[in-house]
């Protein structure tokens, strides 16, 4: 496995951020580190998403950065220019993947329904995205999916927060789950960091007690 993936995997969550500018990029990457998460998937959803990802990457060395939402080859190019350490997509797209490939960049895509799977295995690849994971049939789904696909393992998101994180985390197909609840978009914009901080430690501590369990 990637080692992306093995620090995906000890992780167990990735926050998603939507930035609307790149002012509090830094802000919220701080928060995260104080919450015990140093990672973070920056999706390319506004025109601040890249020099915000360019400005994290260079401010700290030792967070795990992904680019997300990314729908094609340039866009690759771009997120990977900046900083991003791996890929993040929401739907199955060939030219996304293949230029992933000649970067050498882990790429994780969406998939939610058996044949996507079938087509992102014929790429070879066994780390997928479940998306949007709530709305596709959730764990249920994810239970059904781990019969014929043994080798797979998903990064559902969609619809995931306190609730229903530890019923994710613990189906034995789920590397990791995806998720914006500690980072919403009111938070960034209000600069409420420290409560960025406290959802983050409360997601820590809840996932700490499942594998204390």
Not at 39 to 57: D, F, G, H, K, Y
Not at 72 to 80: G, I, L, N, Y
Not at 179 to 205: C, N, P, Q, Y
Request: glycine content about 8%; proline content about 7%; aromatic content about 6%.
């Amino acid at each position: 496995m990637h080692q992306v993936f093995e620090q995906l995997a000890r992780h167990h969550v990735v926050p998603v951020l939507e930035l609307p500018d790149e002012k509090p990029a830094l802000e919220v990457m701080q928060a995260l580190v104080a919450g015990e998460l140093p990672v973070a998937e920056v999706t390319l959803r506004s025109a601040a998403a890249l020099p915000a990802l360019q400005a994290m990457s260079a401010a700290f060395q030792d967070v795990l950065l992904g680019a997300g939402t990314v729908s094609s080859a340039d866009e690759v190019d771009a997120a990977v220019a900046a900083g991003a350490q791996f890929v993040v997509t929401p739907g199955l797209n060939p030219s996304v993947i293949s230029r992933c490939f000649s970067k050498n960049i882990p790429v994780i895509p969406g998939v939610c329904t058996p044949s996507d799977v079938e087509t992102a295995r014929t790429y070879n690849l066994n780390i997928l995205k479940f998306f949007p994971a709530e709305a596709a049939g959730g764990v249920a789904m994810l239970d059904a999916l781990a019969g014929p696909y043994k080798d797979l393992k998903f990064v559902p998101t969609g619809g995931i927060g306190p609730g229903n994180l530890l019923d994710y985390i613990s189906c034995r197909n789920v590397l990791a789950c995806g998720g914006s609840w500690m980072v919403k978009k009111h938070l960034i914009e209000t600069g409420d960091f420290d409560e960025v901080t406290r959802l983050t430690r409360e997601a820590r501590r809840l996932l700490a007690r499942m594998e204390a369990a």
